[in-house]
């Protein structure tokens, strides 16, 4: 049964980083797109960014283009995602996702395509 860890959430002011990791155990890791959803207090889940374990591609909202940057360590089992130029609109709850398919098997960042999920870790930033 696999299982996602999110770490390094937190409060920050505008214009500040933060880096999300997400541990990944008892998942296949090099065939997994995997990949950070994002949820704010009354609205939908949205799909942020995410790795095709099948060719590498990145993919990424356009909200968080030339802002956030996705990577992950095969052998350590980690997805991270470095958040730069943070803005009050970008808090939300951050959650980890994962699904053993290609990119192009999944609707965009479709949350339904997605099998494995986090618990999330909150990102706070203020004005």
């Known amino acids: 049964q696999g299982e996602l860890e999110e770490s390094g959430g937190g409060s920050v002011q505008a214009g500040g980083s933060l880096r999300l990791s997400c541990v990944a155990s008892?998942?296949?890791?090099?065939?997994?797109?995997v990949g950070w959803f994002r949820q704010a207090p009354g609205k939908e889940r949205e799909g942020v960014a995410a790795?095709?374990?099948?060719?590498?591609?990145?993919h990424y909202a356009d909200s968080v283009k030339g802002r956030f940057t996705i990577s992950k360590d095969n052998a350590k089992n980690t997805l991270n995602l470095e958040m730069n130029s943070l803005k009050p609109e970008d808090t939300a709850m951050y959650y980890c996702?994962?699904?053993?398919?290609?990119?192009?098997?999944?609707?965009?960042?479709?949350?339904?395509?997605?099998?494995?999920w986090g618990q999330g870790t909150q990102v706070t930033v203020s004005s």
């Open positions: 790795i095709d374990g099948d060719d590498g591609s990145t």
């Open positions: 996702a994962a699904v053993p398919k290609p990119w192009a098997a999944c609707g965009p960042f479709s949350v339904a395509d997605f099998t494995y």
């Open positions: 008892g998942l296949i890791d090099s065939a997994l797109l």
